[in-house]
């Protein structure tokens, strides 16, 4: 059973099933009689919709429908919200969305009319049939002139005077101006964290059914939870009850934050269908995938820290722009704000701290939750004023960190935010990264470089993670003819839940790690839960199926106590049995299987137990420290990423090698962006730039060494389990180690992301 518990890096179970080719993804499937829609979008980033002539397309050969905003008004189909608050002194502007657009066009990929018909050529044809007068109007995709004075005004149709969607405020203002005012030394900088696309392997893809019998809507479609799609489709878009809305996720080929928001198309197909009588499936093209996911980040920040004479940092001052896109999504103006800000001074002990952010309105994509969520920003931020702060000071930057760290004496650690760091040794991390990244010889390896006339740098980025989002998760465990139904609120979309969670349920039942099956993704059978997000899985999910599985051992014993004719304070499990303590008699798990589907009085049949865990914090800490090595050619400005370690603090590992393999992804992630990503706009006609892989840089295998990782592990007391989150900290700690690293390299205070061979060279040329 230690081969399987919990602890133990067991290979992934749906791994074969995937390399073979045997998964399902919502493209696999094709209902009967199912027509095809196409969505036309918009040319321009910003226009009038002077006339809309569809009367061409809907003759075209096997067109079915052709819709636009008027059939969503004649419909009554709701506008798609946005789903957070955000404290600031004046209300947030949240501008209407329909699903289709009515009157202007924001964005180039806005979504203007929805095409069906019986072949998605059918449809793609039809499409180009549709006749648009459009009256084009000056854009702003800049985010950093998005507020300047002469800037284009976005809303200016609902009365906005500017693009500001919100000026949130952190508080702390006057004692970190009093901070300011009595510091030795000060440093500042402005800088980016640029716009990203994330991507997923999976384009999207919806396919709506209307089942008229039941009245209710079915959607197909990847997500990062079901529940949460279907609630927000149901309540805002069709105004029904939950019952009458199914939301199906098969397989799901990555999700990063993307996947987990109410999006048009999957309105649009549910619509077309009930409309139709008729299944209706869309497919994302890559390019519209470029054009219409979310994108993450787009901040322009300068920040400001204050220190005393010893380099203790005593005041950090940060004003950000972080762009909204042309409409809010469910969670975008909480990402650069709250989202961020509950990490604020990160891992070092500083508590005048004042944020303000200006989230403002750009003629492109939505911005929303992108792996880390406002946590890799937060972190990118401390992590460059203390690498300045190391350059003033002259002083090594890992010794500017080991002064200001948060010691364990200090934890729990309220911060800024009044978040409790409830765990964490970060100074001891930070030298097991330094051992495992050789800092100490890294002199040496310079000289190597130097004498084959390359530039070397090395740096570090220490991140701090709060993971765990809604603080509520469903679990059901049932045992049905030798094997165990795990179902579970959460949602793998490459996390490995069938694995791990099947470990918590072989330790807890002590049933075969084979027998477990993962039910997950379909509001049919799963009653509640949050999804996936924000490195929740392990400790939400976790603990709930640990607590399920614990309730259906105690049921177990009851009946083994029945079987055993004892007590059921006396019956303990032990080696697959249960057994009376203190004599030879036993009963096997088989047994009392049996006697749970005739069980005796006062027991309901069956061994199937649930339990919605919920826990009183809202999140929890992982945090690491990463440290990063390049190698730069002077003559090209090309960067190798010659090194790279880290070590993580994610509490109790269910399973190490998941965890590995949740670093390696989420490092990747932090060298497309430090390295090779940005999400670019023409600034003249607002049109995208980058909406293929051939002109989007995304990361392949030959830009990253091996890894050398390393834990250090701190359980949390905030879960039974012991976890923090695993899943976002790559991100987190990748883009300031490497920039610090070809800073070093460069001999310069600060070069922004990403760092590609043009930028660096003109670094070189510039001497």
């Not at 987190?732 to 800073?743: D, F, K, L, M, R």
Request: charge should be negative; hydrophobic fraction near 40%.
């Amino acid at each position: 059973m230690e081969k399987f518990g919990i602890g133990q890096p067991v290979r992934r179970k749906e791994d074969i099933r995937f390399l073979t080719g045997q998964g399902q993804y919502t493209d696999d499937f094709d209902l009967p009689g199912q027509a095809h829609g196409v969505v036309l979008r918009s040319p321009h980033a910003h226009a009038r919709i002077v006339s809309i002539d569809t009367s061409a397309a809907r003759a075209a050969p096997g067109v079915l429908a052709v819709l636009t905003a008027a059939e969503t008004r004649e419909d009554g189909l709701g506008m798609i919200p946005l789903q957070v608050e955000i404290p600031s002194a004046d209300p947030l502007f949240c501008p209407p969305r329909p699903i289709l657009a009515e009157g202007r066009v924001r964005f180039v990929g806005d979504p203007v009319a929805f095409i069906v018909a019986e072949t998605r050529a059918q449809a793609q044809d039809a499409a180009e049939l549709v006749e648009i007068d459009y009256d084009p109007l000056p854009s702003i995709t800049d985010t950093a002139r998005a507020m300047d004075p002469d800037a284009p005004v976005i809303w200016d149709d609902q009365g906005r005077a500017d693009n500001l969607c919100v000026l949130w405020d952190s508080g702390r203002g006057e004692e970190t101006d009093a901070a300011f005012a009595h510091a030795a030394r000060r440093v500042s900088l402005s800088f980016i964290n640029q716009r990203l696309v994330g991507n997923p392997m999976e384009p999207r893809v919806a396919i709506g059914e209307w089942e008229a019998e039941a009245g209710r809507h079915v959607l197909h479609s990847p997500t990062q939870g079901v529940i949460r799609v279907r609630d927000s489709l149901a309540k805002f878009i069709f105004n029904v009850p939950m019952d009458r809305l199914r939301v199906i996720s098969p397989d799901v080929g990555g999700g990063f934050g993307l996947r987990g928001k109410l999006f048009p198309e999957s309105a649009m197909v549910l619509w077309a269908a009930k409309r139709l009588g008729r299944a209706v499936k869309w497919r994302s093209g890559r390019t519209e995938t470029f054009l219409c996911d979310p994108h993450g980040r787009d901040q322009v920040t300068t920040a400001e820290m204050a220190f005393d004479d010893t380099a203790k940092a005593v005041g950090l001052r940060v004003r950000t722009d972080a762009a909204m896109g042309a409409y809010l999504m469910d969670f975008g103006p909480r990402i650069p704000t709250v989202a961020g800000a509950r990490i604020s001074g990160t891992v070092y002990d500083i508590q005048a701290v004042h944020q303000q952010v200006r989230c403002v309105f750009t003629n492109t994509a939505s911005t929303d939750a992108y792996r880390g969520a406002g946590r890799p920003e937060t972190a990118y931020v401390v992590e460059r004023m203390l690498d300045m702060g190391a350059r003033e000071f002259g002083i090594g930057r890992d010794e500017i960190r080991r002064r200001n760290y948060i010691r364990p004496d200090q934890i729990p650690y309220k911060n800024t935010a009044g978040n409790l760091i409830d765990s964490g040794h970060f100074a001891e991390t930070q030298a097991m990264a330094l051992d495992l990244a050789e800092w100490d010889s890294f002199a040496d390896r310079r000289a190597t470089s130097e004498a084959a006339g390359k530039k070397r740098g090395i740096g570090l980025g220490y991140f701090i993670e709060a993971s765990g989002g809604q603080p509520f998760e469903w679990a059901r465990v049932r045992i049905e003819a030798g094997r165990v139904k795990l179902h579970v609120g959460t949602f793998s979309h490459g996390q490995g839940h069938a694995t791990a969670f099947a470990q918590i349920v072989s330790e807890r039942l002590g049933l075969p790690f084979e027998a477990v099956d993962l039910v997950q993704g379909d509001t049919d059978t799963v009653q509640t839960g949050a999804g996936t997000g924000g490195s929740r899985s392990s400790q939400m999910g976790g603990v709930a199926t640990l607590r399920a599985s614990d309730l259906v051992m105690a049921k177990a014993k009851r009946l083994a106590a029945h079987l055993l004719e004892a007590g059921v304070e006396d019956v303990s499990f032990e080696d697959g049995q249960f057994r009376v303590a203190g004599t030879d008699l036993t009963t096997s798990w088989d047994q009392v299987m049996e006697l749970s589907h005739a069980p005796p009085e006062g027991e309901a049949p069956g061994l199937d137990e649930q339990t919605i865990y919920r826990r009183d914090t809202e999140c929890n800490f992982p945090n690491g420290c990463h440290v990063a090595e390049v190698e730069i050619d002077p003559e090209t400005g090309a960067v190798t990423l010659a090194r790279y370690a880290a070590v993580d603090d994610c509490g109790r590992l269910i399973n190490p090698m998941l965890v590995h393999g949740q670093a390696h992804g989420a490092i990747m992630q932090g060298i497309g962006q430090a390295l090779l990503e940005h999400a670019r706009y023409d600034p003249e006609s607002g049109q995208f730039l980058t909406a293929t892989f051939q002109d989007y840089a995304m990361p392949r295998a030959a830009d990253a060494p091996e890894f050398v990782l390393g834990f250090n592990i701190v359980p949390t007391p905030t879960n039974e389990l012991g976890v923090k989150g695993a899943g976002e900290g790559g991100s987190c700690g990748a883009p300031p180690a490497i920039v610090s690293a070809v800073a070093d390299a460069l001999g310069i205070a600060h070069i922004d992301m990403p760092a590609t061979p043009e930028k660096v060279w003109r670094v070189l040329a510039a001497g």
